[in-house]
């Protein structure tokens, strides 16, 4: 009686537990499927060598990088640009949509043909107007789908402005040391003295007389206007040694005169200068100009409704030009923090080409969830097929060495070893089914994985599909051992004593008697085998390679269903966000896998069971 009622409510909890696991990955996969996916695009930026060549007027300068002139008037909804190389000098394609110019003055074309040095472009595209464009007019990639949500799409507004410094070269003495901003200076190059004007009371009254280096002051003429401390200063006077300037008022440019030497700096370097990180915008031979990106700064993006529950504390996101880090985010904004991974911020946003990003909402549909080939959710690529993929590669390869192992195992302990020896095996076969699979992992990276590499060397790379598959199979070959042994066991002695009646071998008795005989128990482990393969977490985790990839080759890393929920769940994860809700979709993925695997080793067991 107490057995039975132990079983009763172990029966009951097991089916109210299954039932509220799918009740909680239904619920939340339909979350998912009903929401809609919000993601950052970036709008092509041009090279920053280029944008510097625009700023300074260097025309010969922007000819090499990307003169893009018109050669014809706006006439026809066709024209031709002397240039087959956008901003960045990647080569146009044909086909390729391209936007010209910036701001007010945008007009998004398609090339129809290229040349070796042309392009022809067709104009007046849907919700463009052909516009003129002045020569040395920028070009930039664009893709097809930016194309059409450019008009459409709310954009995130602009990040402020990081401040420039412009940083004056020192002649003085090498290894010389002076105290600026409160900081002590070593001089590394070059030799000559140096000081800071500096403007004091009310900005457009007061003048300031100071002492520049004598390049510097021969190099400024009366009249010239030149930046300082967030301020605009025009020179009234100017002689060999001394300059007399006034404040500007309506100056916007952040900059400041600061010290640096210039050898060996080239533009776009990344420099360290007052224990900051600094990126060199563009130098002569007087200065050096250097953007300036203070860590720890915080700034909110406003973003359209439910934008903010895309992205979760700690993520990196690219805005721009520029990566930062998501601080904490609202259902209408997101605080990022600014200057991380050792990028710098946006500092142009006058019409130079550089944008901010657009949101693009996309919904999130079960057929591209079902066929698509890239799994992304932070970049709206929702297709589990590279997942499903690896999964399936990691059965299929465990398979391969487990059935051979498990059958030739059961066949031999069933019909062939001694009583003895059966006992002292079995229960080994036993105790490998309970080692940890954490155990496995460890095994598959420090050992299996070098002797794959000793063998196949640069072909097969540090996590591959291969190892976890062999390793999975190792510790799935007790399953079919064990049940495989019990369905050749069950099956009668008098089959058994039949065959041999009938003058057939102990190996004849066993191939075509027994074996087919017991067949629908040994499919049965074989599928249950597969299952436990598909649901196998720490070895495909460890082994088996963290990056979603749609590959089909085994010498290659790809992450399967299991170890992407082992490496999502590891974070902290906001609540209701994509990367929340996409553990519950892959987890109902891989629960229906599994359920239908056990479902099909039923239906197999009942019909080819023999009834004896």
């Not at 300059?243 to 916007?252: E, I």
């Not at 070893?417 to 006992?423: D, Q, Y």
């Not at 049940?483 to 069950?490: D, H, N, Q, V």
């Not at 399967?560 to 993925?589: C, E, K, P």
Request: aromatic share 8%.
């Amino acid at each position: 009686g107490t057995i039975t009622i132990s079983l009763f409510v172990t029966g009951v909890f097991s089916i109210f537990t299954t039932i509220f696991i799918v009740i909680i990955l239904g619920q939340q996969t339909l979350l998912f499927f009903d929401s809609r996916a919000f993601v950052i695009a970036k709008v092509p930026v041009i090279d920053d060598a280029l944008a510097q060549a625009v700023d300074t007027d260097d025309l010969e300068a922007v000819s090499a990088f990307a003169d893009a002139r018109l050669a014809e008037p706006i006439a026809s909804n066709q024209s031709e640009f002397t240039i087959v190389f956008d901003g960045d000098r990647v080569p146009f394609q044909q086909s390729q949509f391209v936007q010209i110019g910036v701001g007010e003055m945008r007009e998004v074309v398609r090339i129809v043909d290229r040349g070796r040095r042309t392009i022809r472009v067709e104009r007046g595209l849907d919700k463009t107007t052909p516009l003129a464009h002045p020569s040395n007019t920028l070009l930039f990639s664009m893709t097809e789908q930016q194309v059409r949500l450019i008009q459409d799409l709310p954009s995130v507004q602009s990040i402020e402005n990081i401040a420039w410094e412009q940083v004056n070269v020192p002649y003085t003495h090498i290894g010389d040391e002076f105290q600026f901003r409160n900081q002590t200076v070593k001089v590394t190059d070059f030799d000559s003295t140096n000081a800071v004007i500096q403007c004091i009371g009310p900005v457009s009254q007061t003048f300031s007389r100071g002492e520049l280096p004598r390049r510097l002051a021969q190099a400024l003429s009366e009249g010239e206007v030149f930046d300082h401390n967030n301020l605009r200063w025009r020179v009234d006077s100017a002689d060999r040694n001394t300059v007399v300037a006034a404040c500007v008022p309506d100056s916007t440019t952040q900059v400041a005169w600061s010290v640096l030497p210039v050898t060996m700096i080239k533009v776009s370097d990344t420099i360290e200068y007052q224990d900051r990180a600094w990126r060199v915008g563009a130098y002569t031979t007087e200065s050096v100009r250097i953007e300036r990106c203070d860590q720890g700064q915080y700034h909110d993006i406003p973003l359209n409704n439910g934008f903010g529950r895309v992205f979760t504390p700690d993520t990196l996101i690219e805005i721009g030009t520029e990566i930062m880090r998501v601080h904490s985010t609202s259902p209408d904004s997101i605080r990022v923090e600014r200057c991380v991974s050792g990028t710098f911020g946006t500092a142009k946003t006058r019409e130079d080409g550089v944008y901010p990003a657009i949101a693009i909402a996309e919904e999130v549909g079960i057929w591209e969830f079902l066929t698509g080939t890239e799994w992304v959710p932070q970049n709206g690529a929702f297709g589990i097929l590279p997942l499903v993929i690896a999964t399936s590669l990691i059965t299929i390869v465990s398979l391969i060495v487990a059935v051979p192992l498990g059958l030739g195992s059961a066949i031999y302990l069933s019909e062939y070893a001694p009583l003895k020896l059966r006992n002292m095996f079995k229960p080994i076969l036993e105790i490998l089914a309970g080692i940890p699979t954490v155990v496995f992992g460890f095994f598959a990276v420090s050992m299996v994985t070098p002797f794959f590499q000793s063998i196949f060397g640069n072909l097969i790379q540090g996590q591959n599909i291969l190892t976890a598959g062999v390793v999975v199979g190792i510790l799935i070959v007790p399953i079919i051992s064990s049940l495989s042994e019990e369905a050749l066991r069950a099956v009668p002695r008098a089959l058994r004593e039949a065959s041999y009646g009938l003058g057939a071998t102990k190996l004849e008795t066993t191939v075509r008697i027994i074996f087919p005989a017991a067949i629908s128990g040994i499919l049965a482990s074989i599928i249950l085998a597969s299952s436990r393969a598909v649901g196998e977490t720490m070895v495909v985790a460890l082994a088996a390679g963290s990056v979603p990839k749609f590959t089909f080759n085994v010498f290659e890393g790809a992450e399967a269903m299991t170890g992407y929920i082992v490496r999502i769940s590891s974070g902290d994860l906001a609540y209701n966000t994509i990367d929340y809700n996409s553990i519950f979709v892959v987890g109902a993925t891989l629960f229906v896998m599994t359920l239908a695997l056990n479902i099909v080793s039923s239906i197999v067991s009942n019909r080819l069971r023999e009834a004896y």
